[in-house]
C-alpha cells in the first residue's frame, strides 16, 4: 500500500474518534488483500464495530488469538489472570466462560485443557482456536456443560465471567455495548452475580490442591473475595497495577 493511501486510512480513523489510528491503520492495511477489501474493512471500522471482528484476530500473551462477530475480545488487562494461572503450573485446567479460549490457550505446561461456555458463537470460536492445542470444548451453563468423570480434576479452574453491573452496561462504550453479547459483559445487579455461582459448585470440580481464579475489578474485589468464602474457599485478591487488573485466588479449606 502507498504512503498516501496509509495517510488516507489514518485520517478516516481519527475522524471516526479511533484513538490508536496508526496503529489501527497498519493492522487494517495488513490485513487487506486488496484496496477493495482495504475500503470494506475500514468502512466496519469507521462505523463502531470493534477492530478485532473487523480483522478476525485479536493479540494476546504474544500470540494471535481467533476472534468472531458476537464473540467477547479479551482484554490485556486479562493476561494478568494467565500469569496468575500459570504461576501455579496446573496440569489439568478449566477455562470457564471461555469466550474465544484466549486464556486457556495462553497458560503454558497444560497436559490436560477443558474449557466451556453458553454462548454458541462462543463456544464454535473456542473450538478452532483450542483444536490447535488439543484442548477440549464444552456447551453449556458453568459447570453443567462438563460430562461427570471431571468432577475432581482441575489443578486450576480460571474464570473470566462477566462482572459489570446491569445498570453500567447502558455507559459501556458502544464497541463492547453493541457488538459483544449481553451475555458476556452482564453480571448481574452488583456485578458479582455469577462469581457466586462458579464459587459454589467449584470445590466439587477442583483437584485437592487446587485453586479457582477469576477476575474481577478493584470496586467488585471485596463481593467476588466475599463469594469465595461463603463458598468455603480461603482467598487472596491479586492485583497488577501495570495491566490496571484484579483476580481473586483460592483454595479449598482444608
Do not use: K
Request: glycine share 10%; net charge negative.
Amino acid at each position: 500500500m502507498a504512503q498516501l493511501e496509509f495517510d488516507e486510512v489514518v485520517t478516516s480513523l481519527r475522524a471516526a474518534g479511533c484513538v490508536f489510528a496508526e496503529e489501527e491503520a497498519e493492522i487494517l492495511i495488513e490485513s487487506a488483500s486488496n484496496s477493495a477489501e482495504l475500503t470494506e474493512l475500514l468502512g466496519r471500522r469507521i462505523a463502531g464495530e470493534p477492530l478485532e471482528h473487523v480483522v478476525g484476530w485479536v493479540w494476546f500473551c504474544g500470540r494471535r488469538i481467533a476472534v468472531a462477530q458476537g464473540v467477547f475480545v479479551p482484554r490485556r488487562r486479562t493476561e494478568f489472570l494467565v500469569e496468575c494461572a500459570a504461576a501455579l503450573h496446573p496440569s489439568t485446567l478449566l477455562d470457564l466462560c471461555c469466550g474465544s479460549g484466549a486464556i486457556g490457550m495462553s497458560v503454558t505446561g497444560v497436559a490436560e485443557l477443558y474449557a466451556a461456555d453458553i454462548d454458541d458463537a462462543a463456544v464454535g470460536c473456542a473450538r478452532r482456536n483450542l483444536d490447535s492445542v488439543g484442548g477440549t470444548v464444552y456447551s453449556g451453563d458453568l459447570y453443567d456443560a462438563l460430562p461427570p468423570n471431571l468432577h475432581g480434576r482441575f489443578d486450576a479452574i480460571v474464570v473470566n465471567a462477566p462482572y459489570v453491573p446491569t445498570a453500567d452496561i447502558a455507559l459501556m462504550p458502544g464497541e463492547a455495548r453493541i457488538h459483544e453479547p449481553r451475555i458476556a459483559l452482564d453480571g448481574g445487579a452488583d456485578g458479582a452475580g455469577l462469581h457466586r455461582r462458579v464459587a459454589a459448585e467449584a470445590n466439587q470440580w477442583l483437584a485437592p490442591e487446587g485453586r479457582l481464579l477469576i477476575e474481577t475489578s478493584a470496586l467488585l474485589a471485596n463481593s467476588t473475595l466475599e463469594a469465595f468464602v461463603e463458598a468455603g474457599f480461603t482467598a487472596t485478591i491479586s492485583e497488577s497495577e501495570t495491566l490496571d487488573a484484579v483476580v481473586v485466588i483460592g483454595s479449598i479449606v482444608e
